[in-house]
């Protein structure tokens, strides 16, 4: 018997959401006295693996058949739902994303288990089991308890600390996995993936900038790519600045966008409307720079700069290259 905790893969690299989930996992294995198991599926490197014991797991489970190349919740759910019947998993750990929240849902309908998503803190595992999740798009909390024998916590990003100097130096155990297939989960494949080129994926990312309509127009937007690069940050807008097409739909960060949870987000020009607000609250620093002292967005800001943000912009950037 074991904690199962699926991971998620990119390049053959666990992603930093998923090590946030390995570390949750393993302390909720040793709350309960059982050892924590890790899930990978796809294609990896057995070191890159291993790595997943530096976390906290003892083993890893890999399944890696030629179907499974491509994301596919419903084959990828399938299998989690295999993993979880060998293993005789009671608790089972996902990093919350589109795939993660996918892949919880279909496999909660196959093991009828609960599903509790947007888990934000370790459970209480006394007479009753209990976690915190956090709703209204980041701005409360709410304590659930579960009561079915399976349950199927998904963790939000960003909130589980990983103390890198109590990292171990220790692999874990990599073991072959091989799931059996069913007609059905293939009624729906993916036959090609294009993947933004981009150098950071917005929702691994530690550092964010993100620009507004306060940049004025997509040939400015250059002084905030040398400002994200300067600090080694992802790049993301507001939802105005992808309607008008000044950058791409996939940099659109909001509540009908993608949303966010970095260390850092700098919002530069942005006014902070609710649906922005909504997409960026779960992120542990916010800056503000803005022209516009009375912006919305610095009701919610941690620090806030009040100024030009052509001046200010050159300036950051120039400071964070002599930092690095």
């Not at 489970?61 to 005789?88: F, P």
């Not at 996902?94 to 996918?102: E, I, V, W």
């Not at 994926?201 to 127009?217: C, F």
């Not at 507001?238 to 791409?248: A, N």
């Amino acid at each position: 018997m074991s904690v199962l905790i699926y991971i998620e893969l990119e390049n053959g690299s666990i992603k930093k959401t998923s090590l946030e989930a390995i570390a949750y996992g393993a302390k909720v294995a040793e709350k309960t006295g059982v050892k924590a198991t890790v899930l990978a599926i796809g294609k990896a490197e057995m070191t890159e693996l291993g790595k997943s014991g530096r976390y906290g797991a003892s083993k890893v489970l890999h399944a890696a058949d030629d179907k499974l190349v491509h994301e596919n919740s419903m084959a990828y759910a399938d299998v989690l739902v295999q993993a979880v019947q060998q293993e005789e998993t009671k608790i089972v750990i996902l990093s919350k994303s589109g795939l993660g929240d996918a892949m919880a849902a279909r496999a909660a309908a196959r093991l009828n288990a609960a599903v509790v998503s947007g888990v934000t803190q370790l459970p209480e595992t006394g007479d009753v089991f209990k976690v915190t999740r956090s709703i209204f798009t980041g701005k409360a909390f709410a304590t659930t308890q579960i009561n079915s024998e399976i349950k199927i916590l998904v963790i939000k990003k960003n909130v589980i600390e990983i103390d890198e100097n109590a990292v171990a130096t220790e692999n874990a155990e990599i073991v072959p996995f091989a799931p059996t297939f069913r007609e059905d989960d293939f009624r729906a494949a993916v036959v090609n993936v294009e993947k933004a080129d981009t150098e950071l994926s917005l929702t691994e990312a530690d550092i964010i900038v993100s620009g507004g309509r306060g940049m004025k127009g997509p040939e400015n937007w250059q002084l905030l790519l040398d400002f994200a690069k300067a600090l080694g940050a992802a790049t993301g807008c507001s939802k105005p600045v992808s309607d008008l097409d000044w950058r791409p739909h996939h940099e659109h960060i909001g509540q009908t966008g993608i949303k966010v949870a970095p260390n850092l987000y700098i919002a530069c020009g942005i006014s902070g409307a609710i649906q922005h607000l909504a997409g960026v609250n779960g992120s542990k620093c916010i800056v503000v720079i803005n022209k516009d002292p009375e912006a919305p967005f610095f009701k919610a800001a941690d620090y806030g700069i009040v100024g030009d943000i052509f001046e200010i912009l050159p300036r950051l950037t120039e400071a964070a290259k002599k930092l690095r």
